[in-house]
């Protein structure tokens, strides 16, 4: 039966482990007042703007927004879930877990943990047959003369189907604990409906493992080694596979993805397969163009995604689609076109691996620099597809999120074109706007500290006596009883501050004391969205600021009333008037007696928020 982490092993960690020391080993740190300061790992930067709070146990970026807990920090660089991350944390600082854990929100069934251990045993035992049968020498020749060693076979798990309609399916039902029926919904075996009969749905085939992020097979993909059709046949469609989702090798290719800072997408797991002998950051699709879920699993270790897609028309056109969602979630595509209408695997073995790697290295192209390079030849064939490939390429441009990079394809398109830089940049409204968000992530992080501070008390007129309050609240305890009486959640105007005032509640009911670490960590998932959907702060982002703040040691009862009636019964006038403001502007000249009483009772509340 597996377990929850107990909580009091996650103390434990938060006890013992000093995030200073785990951020250390990802970023170079220095002492900068009371944090610690260095390169966000998470985007590209000059100077750092990545904070990290020793005291509060939270990091926290100011440009791109990314930080908070230990375990957040873990999840977020290396691409894992929360009890990923604590036992990743556990074992380096030697701190006993119990077996079996997961995490306290589920997000794999009891069902679904029997179909990977069904995977897992099918997988085992035709690789056996593979590397120990007679039956099997057609398929192991086969894979030998494509240039598959035996310890390649036996790191991939690769095995083998016999020719016969039930094999894979007697095998489940005789010599394991596992029903048909569980082999039928993991997409293993087939079923005809009628008869409800089981048979095998891989004939004949060569299979390879298709494995989860987390390197768990949860399907496969067989083919032909005859002139049988289909020559890829890949498991159906089930709670554990879905292509749209499935990115092959990414469990393999984490580290060198997250140590290179780049991924190399290429078109199918055999290219994979091959490329790994050179360059181990390669992941696949399984048959499908790129979808937003690949990239989401992508972002999490880099910005940099390089399409190594064939050099045909279907291959340029999928690239350039790929190339424009990756740009949608403000990541870099970059485009790779092998030279004589090679495939990787025909150009490691013609060329080698030192010269795949060299290519690779210095003909990787950002997207719109490749995209103007093909249709270079039909800019200058007509006026009308020279404007329509221009205002195509120039409207994607503000899209690029390095202001070197945008400069560079900015000058590229000048080239080209023959129209000068000025103009081209003049076209693009977006551009000064992106330009200066680039030129605030590099500030020094004190600067940065300051501006989030001002544009928020400026956004918001309230924002100091939310912030201050909170503030008190964490670091007075004995005032939270009195504050509760008179504010609620829906008096705080920032999502972020009625989040925190809500954990706060929460861990006060619970334990009589507050963790801040804590309500990052509960409540992290909301600041995505934020960070996402909305020009506000994050959590992080208060707590953070909060640390900026100067209060007494112990706040008077008049300090603590006036923050509570500027947070409650100000807010109310404010609105009253906003809402008097629009009935008014909705009247006309005839109706003079309402224009007058809205106007004096707008006059009314101006004087008593002044008071």
Do not use: W
Not at 478 to 486: G, K, P, T
């Amino acid at each position: 039966m597996r377990m929850r982490i107990p909580e009091d092993r996650i103390e434990e960690i938060k006890s013992k482990v000093n995030i200073v020391d785990v951020v250390s080993q990802y970023v170079k740190l220095e002492k900068r007042g009371n944090n610690y300061v260095g390169l966000c790992p998470f985007h590209d930067e000059k100077t750092p703007s990545f904070s990290v709070n020793e005291q509060k146990q939270l990091c926290h970026c100011f440009g791109c927004k990314n930080g908070g807990s230990i375990f957040s920090f873990i999840q977020k660089i290396e691409g894992i879930d929360f009890p990923e991350a604590v036992m990743k944390i556990a074992k380096e600082y030697n701190i006993e877990l119990p077996d079996n854990i997961t995490s306290n929100t589920p997000d794999i069934s009891t069902e679904e943990i029997q179909m990977i251990k069904l995977h897992e045993v099918v997988r085992d035992h035709l690789h056996f047959i593979l590397m120990n049968t007679k039956e099997a020498e057609p398929a192991l020749e086969y894979l030998y003369s494509r240039g598959f060693t035996d310890e390649m076979l036996s790191e991939l798990k690769i095995g083998v189907t016999i020719n016969h309609p039930s094999y894979v399916t007697t095998f489940i039902k005789e010599e394991t604990d596992f029903e048909q029926e569980l082999a039928y919904l993991a997409g293993v075996i087939s079923k005809n409906e009628e008869t409800n009969q089981y048979y095998d749905y891989f004939r004949n085939r060569i299979i390879f493992p298709l494995n989860n992020h987390k390197g768990q097979p949860v399907g496969f993909s067989g083919r032909t080694y005859s002139n049988e059709e289909p020559k890829y046949l890949n498991s159906k469609e089930t709670p554990l596979f879905q292509k749209r989702k499935m990115l092959y090798n990414l469990h393999g290719a984490r580290k060198a993805i997250r140590d290179q800072d780049e991924v190399i997408v290429a078109e199918g797991f055999m290219d994979v397969i091959k490329i790994n002998k050179a360059t181990q950051n390669v992941v696949a699709t399984m048959g499908t163009a790129l979808t937003k879920d690949h990239i989401n699993a992508l972002k999490r270790l880099t910005n940099h995604i390089t399409l190594l897609y064939d050099g045909d028309r279907a291959g340029i056109e999928a690239s350039y689609k790929s190339s424009e969602l990756i740009m949608s979630e403000q990541l870099n595509p970059y485009i790779i076109r092998l030279k004589d209408g090679l495939d990787p695997d025909e150009f490691i073995e013609s060329k080698g691996v030192e010269a795949f790697n060299s290519f690779i290295k210095h003909h990787k192209t950002h997207y719109l620099i490749q995209k103007v390079n093909d249709y270079e030849q039909e800019i200058h064939d007509n006026d009308v597809q020279f404007e329509r490939i221009y205002n195509e390429i120039t409207s994607e441009i503000p899209m690029i999120k390095s202001s070197v990079l945008r400069e560079k394809v900015i000058k590229h398109v000048s080239s080209v074109f023959q129209i000068d830089v000025q103009t081209i940049t003049q076209s693009l409204p977006v551009f000064h706007q992106s330009n200066n968000e680039q030129e605030y992530y590099n500030v020094p992080v004190e600067q940065s500290v300051e501006h989030e501070l001002n544009r928020y008390l400026k956004q918001n007129p309230y924002a100091r006596s939310e912030l201050m309050l909170l503030k008190y609240l964490t670091n007075h305890l004995n005032i939270f009883e009195q504050v509760r009486e008179h504010i609620d959640e829906d008096h705080f105007k920032e999502y972020a501050t009625k989040d925190i005032y809500n954990d706060l509640n929460r861990q006060y009911d619970n334990h009589k004391q507050f963790d801040l670490s804590e309500t990052l960590t509960q409540l992290q998932h909301i600041d995505d969205n934020y960070s996402q959907e909305r020009k506000s702060l994050t959590k992080s982002d208060v707590l953070l600021l909060m640390d900026q703040m100067n209060i007494p040691d112990e706040p008077s009862l008049q300090e603590v009333e006036e923050y509570i009636d500027n947070i409650v019964y100000k807010r109310i006038l404010e609105e009253k008037y906003k809402s008097l403001q629009l009935k008014l502007s909705h009247l006309d000249n005839s109706e003079i007696e309402l224009v007058s009483e809205y106007v004096q009772k707008m006059i009314d509340i101006q004087k008593q928020l002044k008071e």
